[in-house]
């Protein structure tokens, strides 16, 4: 069994794990928290997606989904639906995107982690009636460009 295939694979569900368990509990008093390992984790899954792909990402496509909709939601419908969604046009679309350059790689990371932020919102309110605050969304898309650098810089660094 070659370790160093699976080294990738088990570092960023480690990062999934932990990102998806600090973004779920409560800090009431510095809820940013909260909100910056939400946007960690959706931009784990999607490196993890575009630059790991295999069919098993649906499954934990399915897992991580329904698990955000039970804690945040308590239905399953936004979360399930945006991760399953997103993993399908990744993977309808991956030979033409790894054609790309790594800038536009990285740009269209980008814009695909805030175009999921924005989907969940816009499900969350279809299926639940769930209003996010301006707020809210202004704070994840201002987090999302904040951590984006770094965190991409940490993945190229894990991924060697």
């Known amino acids: 069994m070659n370790l160093k295939f699976?080294?990738?694979?088990?570092?960023?569900?480690?990062?999934?794990?932990?990102?998806?368990?600090?973004?779920?509990?409560?800090?009431?008093?510095?809820?940013?928290?909260?909100?910056?390992?939400?946007?960690?984790?959706?931009?784990?899954?999607i490196y993890f997606l575009f630059y790991h792909f295999h069919y098993s990402i649906y499954v934990i496509a399915l897992f991580y989904g329904v698990l955000f909709d039970i804690i945040l939601l308590d239905d399953i419908s936004s979360h399930l639906l945006t991760f399953i969604l997103l993993v399908s046009i990744f993977y309808m679309l991956k030979k033409f995107l790894f054609h790309l350059s790594s800038n536009q790689i990285s740009i269209i990371i980008l814009l695909t982690l805030i175009v999921t932020l924005f989907l969940e919102a816009i499900f969350a309110y279809l299926f639940n009636n769930i209003v996010f605050t301006?707020?809210?969304?202004?704070?994840?898309?201002?987090?999302?460009?904040?951590?984006?650098?770094?965190s991409i810089f940490l993945f190229n660094k894990l991924d060697i």
């Open 6 to 45: 699976y080294k990738p694979s088990i570092i960023f569900n480690f990062l999934l794990l932990i990102s998806f368990s600090i973004s779920i509990n409560s800090f009431a008093e510095i809820e940013i928290i909260n909100y910056l390992f939400y946007v960690f984790f959706h931009l784990t899954f």
């Open 134 to 150: 301006p707020y809210q969304i202004i704070t994840y898309s201002i987090l999302s460009i904040i951590i984006f650098i770094p």
